[in-house]
């Protein structure tokens, strides 16, 4: 639920500050689901949604923010409401990632919407080190199912939490970067900023 941006009178304010009373309401009253924010990035803007037990959805804006939003409608819950300062610590780790300040991300997260194999998945990625690849083959085997390897591709894109769990560093077995749900630029810099952190450590 987005607030109406008005046009620079007291009514603004007034929205902004009934919007406040609402997620403060809503939260304690334990019914704010799932909180949202935006965060302008290197990458795009990114959409970042928590439950209250963690992270459950990063989103690239080539991805849809509003189609983002739908699906944690109907997947997690309706309640769903923009609510930044559950997403602050996130914010703040992902800006210190973009700046090379920081190579892992520290906060909880929710894997409702990754399950079976696709969960599988999410866990070889999250081992994968700062500054290194794994090929989509590799992922298929640490997954457990080394003939899987295009059902990594899928996992990879529908990944509901790339940047925090790594799909980018998921690469083809030439070493070419492949596809992602970022846009083949967004990953190109991501792998070269992480490399450049590593040459620079």
């Known amino acids: 639920m987005d607030v109406v941006a008005l046009d620079g009178t007291g009514l603004e304010v007034e929205v902004e500050d009934l919007h406040h009373r609402l997620v403060l309401r809503a939260a304690a009253q334990g019914v704010l689901d799932v909180a949202y924010r935006t965060l302008d ?8 949604a928590a439950t209250g037990a963690g ?30 300062a559950r997403l602050d610590a996130l914010a703040r780790q992902l800006e210190e990632y973009f700046a090379g300040r920081r190579t892992g991300f520290d906060v909880p997260l929710d894997l409702t919407l ?4 696709r ?12 500054g290194t690849t ?5 992922v298929a085997g ?9 059902a990594v591709g899928t996992a990879c894109a529908r990944n509901p939490l790339p940047l925090v769990v790594p799909c980018h560093r998921v690469v083809r077995s030439d070493g070419s970067p492949g596809e992602y749900a970022g846009g ?18």
């Not at 990035?41 to 970042?48: K, T």
């Not at 990754?114 to 194999?117: E, K, T």
């Not at 083949?184 to 450590?201: D, M, N, P």
């Open 134 to 138: 794994l090929s989509y083959a590799g």
């Open 119 to 130: 969960r599988r998945v999410l866990d070889v990625l999250g081992g994968i080190p700062f």
């Open 55 to 84: 992270v459950v959805r990063v989103a690239f804006e080539r991805q849809g923010h509003d189609a983002a939003l739908d699906e944690l409608a109907r997947r997690v819950s309706p309640r769903v409401l923009r609510a930044p």
């Open 184 to 201: 083949a630029a967004a990953k190109g810099r991501l792998l070269e900023l992480e490399r450049a952190a590593r040459v620079g450590a």
């Open 41 to 48: 990035s290197p990458v795009g803007s990114l959409l970042l």
């Open 114 to 117: 990754a399950s079976g194999f």
């Open 142 to 150: 640490g997954a457990g199912s080394p003939r899987a390897v295009r």
